[in-house]
């Protein structure tokens, strides 16, 4: 199987009437502390779909909306890093296979898909790319490649159903608040939490591993779908201790689960401490709201931590609680923290973001835990109708765990699942057992 490119180029927004004059956006603390990487994702669509013409333009209308994506990243005078707006485009890619798209599915995280999108390793100027592939059969398959300083995954969906829009001829709408300069640190300061090890790191205290090239290539990834029905005795089983008191969630359920049946089949040691870091949208959770339509960053991590021992000999209730606990904790008063401390302290004592993707990432014995579960990418109808599949890119990255909404949009959940060969192995004998 061998994809076909066709043409590759750079396209800009259209403006409609005199372009805007803003010339760059300075980064706000939480663009600066996720990771700095370019980040992939796949769509596939069942015929009939828009001419390549029409995504083209839709694409552009999008851009002329959100700016910030056919940018640049720089920095100013002062040296802080900013998104230029100069309208400098975005790439868009065109490609063909000779088969039908069937012959390909199910489409599961693999190597593969890395064709199915533009390169995202090496020096990227561009911070969108966009590649269409066309089957013989009229499917297409769209790969989207963004950079995650400039937007998380709630911004990247919006700005996703905005090209949709554009391309069926509507109104973009809502239309995103592009303001980063609203998050400002108290006067004096109130640092209340601790953000060292959690969000920053002094690079000149941090142990260094050294890893094999065997232990990065002995990594491998698998998609496992989690029913309804499972999902529904899992979450009664997690909130079986607490009586009259508000059930966990499917969310919380379902990592308690996981992080219980990966700790064991990782074979850790008893005494070993073992985390999860699990992103946490601060929109619904500064006071006052910030709204969906909020263009840029804004996720921080909570960190249940538990022993080894424990997380294996308690039930699945004692997971569930140490995550509700710790990521009810991540609340406004831990974001207003997070400014006042990132604003005042990282370059005092010159510390850099905790998340990584430059070097490879080994998590074990912790996790890493991101959740699409709420974000609106199956809208993204560029014509002829809701994405046949949504699925990420693939990523080798041991210890990372992506939740999202099964194709199959009964409710049902897909893990996409990072671990050592082996001990994906072990976790895939013991995954759909309950207690």
């Known amino acids: ?49 828009p001419p390549n013409a029409t995504l083209e333009t839709g694409l552009r209308k999008a851009l002329s909306v959100y700016r910030e994506w056919a940018g640049r990243l720089s920095k100013d005078n002062d040296g802080e890093p900013i998104i230029l707006l100069n309208d400098a485009g975005v790439r868009f890619v065109e490609a063909s296979m000779d088969i039908e798209l069937d012959q390909v599915m199910p489409l599961k995280p693999s190597a593969f898909c890395l064709s199915l ?24 398959v769209v790969g989207f490649t963004a950079h995650h300083t400039v937007a998380d995954g709630q911004a990247t969906s919006n700005f996703l159903v905005a090209w949709g829009q554009a391309c069926r001829g509507l109104e973009i709408h809502p239309l995103p608040l592009h303001d980063r300069g609203i998050f400002k640190p108290r006067d004096p300061p109130c640092i209340e939490f601790e953000h060292r090890g959690v969000e920053f790191k002094n690079p000149k205290l941090e142990q260094f591993h050294p890893l094999l090239d065997e232990d990065v290539d002995g990594v491998a990834v698998d998609q ?37 049946a990966v700790t064991k089949a990782r074979g850790l040691s008893a005494y070993q401490t073992t985390s999860v870091r699990i992103s946490v949208n601060g929109r619904m959770r500064m006071d006052p709201r910030i709204p969906n339509e909020y263009f840029g960053n804004l996720v921080l991590w909570a960190l249940p931590t538990a022993k080894v021992k424990d997380l294996l000999r308690e ?8 995550i509700h606990d710790t990521v009810a ?7 207003r923290s997070f400014i006042d401390f990132a604003s005042h302290k990282v370059k005092e004592e010159n510390l850099v973001p905790v998340v990584d993707m430059g070097q490879s990432v080994i998590e074990c014995p912790n996790l890493d835990v991101s959740s699409w579960l709420r974000f609106p990418f199956y809208d993204l109808d560029l014509g002829g109708g ?25 409710g049902s959940i897909d893990a996409v699942i990072a671990l050592f060969e082996d001990h994906l192995a072990a976790f895939k004998l013991i995954c759909y057992e309950l207690e």
Not at 329 to 335: E, T
Request: glycine share 6%; net charge positive.
């Open 117 to 140: 999108h533009p390169s995202i390793q090496g020096n990227i100027q561009e911070l969108v790319q966009v590649q269409i592939t066309r089957f013989t059969c009229g499917s297409i």
């Open 224 to 260: 496992f779908h989690f029913s309804l029905g499972f999902l529904a005795k899992l979450k009664a089983k997690a909130s079986s201790r607490n009586g009259n008191d508000k059930s966990y969630s499917t969310f919380e359920s379902l990592v308690a689960h996981l992080w219980k």
């Open 386 to 410: 809701s994405p046949y599949v949504f699925m990420p890119s693939y990523y080798p990255l041991e210890g990372t765990i992506l939740l999202l909404p099964s194709f199959i949009g009964d």
């Open 1 to 49: 199987m061998r994809v076909r490119l066709e043409s590759s180029r750079i396209i800009k927004p259209l403006h409609e009437g005199i372009p805007p004059t803003t010339n760059h956006i300075p980064l706000s603390v939480f663009d600066k502390v996720t990771f700095d990487a370019h980040m992939a994702i796949i769509y596939a669509y069942h015929p009939p779909n």
């Open 329 to 335: 904790n991540v609340n406004d008063n831990y974001f």
């Open 315 to 322: 039930p699945v209730p004692y997971g569930a609680k140490l």
